[in-house]
């Protein structure tokens, strides 16, 4: 089966990649150039170049162009851990932009995650958080206005508490987070959200939700953060109950019980056989 240009030509950038042509961070040559090389269209080379920047080796940079990527690993992401926490334990200079808007209707699967009515007011702030000043993740948090309607931590990044977290912002107004869930799932990007984060749509990503609940199962705030797989993985930190002795021994005993009764039972039907 003949192979298409822009998979030869990703393949022939893969082994120059490996030869160390170009260094890492170094700039290839424009694609129109590399399309005189192969004897191509710009667009074949492009797409080439997108095969390799969905597995790590070049990155784009819009308006720039196309560069050899320094081998990177993952960064580790504890699922209840801060982004811009994660970042910086990677080594990282942590970085975010965001917008907060107030009295935001909530949309209908944010309603529901919030157990309240579609539409109610929310408080919606937007994030992009980047590590050495490159976008690295996206965020989206939620909260029902009337949790913090006329305190001073209205908007979770100003006032005297901007950017504590949600768990110290809402104590502070009486509000006590027992507890957070958190659902996982992976998708490809939208255009917008592969042009925010560098990468092209082909590059998977992971879609988190995270929603903070009260002692009493009440949620207060729901957050949805988008990671390219390529840049993250996610710890999941599970507590495993205390080791009883006691517990244990009776649980033995009754499981040697319960296997002598087997015995039991069936030497008698053996013996009804015979």
């Not at 949805?224 to 005993?253: K, M, N």
Request: charged content about 25%.
């Amino acid at each position: 089966m003949p192979t298409a240009d822009y998979q030869r030509i990703a393949e022939d950038l893969r082994r120059r990649l490996a030869e160390g042509e170009w260094s890492p961070g170094e700039q290839l040559p424009s694609r129109a150039s590399l399309a005189r090389e192969y004897q191509t269209s710009p667009a074949a080379v492009q797409r080439g170049q997108e095969l390799l920047i969905d597995t790590g080796m070049l990155e784009g940079r819009k308006s720039v162009g196309v560069f050899v990527r320094a081998p990177q690993p993952r960064i580790a992401l504890p699922v209840l851990l801060s982004i811009p926490d994660a970042i910086r334990q990677a080594g990282l200079t942590p970085g975010v932009e965001y917008r907060s808007d107030v009295k935001v209707p909530a949309p209908e699967p944010v309603a529901e995650r919030l157990s309240v009515d579609a539409g109610t007011p929310c408080v919606r702030t937007r994030y992009e958080y980047l590590g050495n000043a490159r976008p690295l993740a996206l965020g989206e948090s939620w909260e029902p206005m009337d949790l913090t309607h006329r305190t001073p931590v209205l908007l979770p990044e100003d006032g005297p508490l901007a950017g504590a977290g949600v768990v110290r912002r809402l104590a502070s107004v009486g509000v006590r987070v027992g507890h957070a869930q958190v659902r996982t799932h992976v998708r490809y990007p939208n255009d917008r959200e592969a042009l925010q984060l560098g990468i092209t749509r082909r590059t998977l990503i992971v879609r988190l939700d995270r929603t903070h609940l009260t002692d009493t199962g009440q949620p207060v705030e729901t957050a949805t953060f988008l990671l390219p797989q390529t840049r993250w993985e996610l710890i999941y930190d599970v507590p495993v109950p205390a080791f009883d002795p006691v517990g244990e021994e009776h649980c033995s005993q009754g499981a040697a019980a319960h296997a002598a009764e087997v015995r039991r039972v069936r030497q008698e039907g053996t013996l009804r056989g015979r």
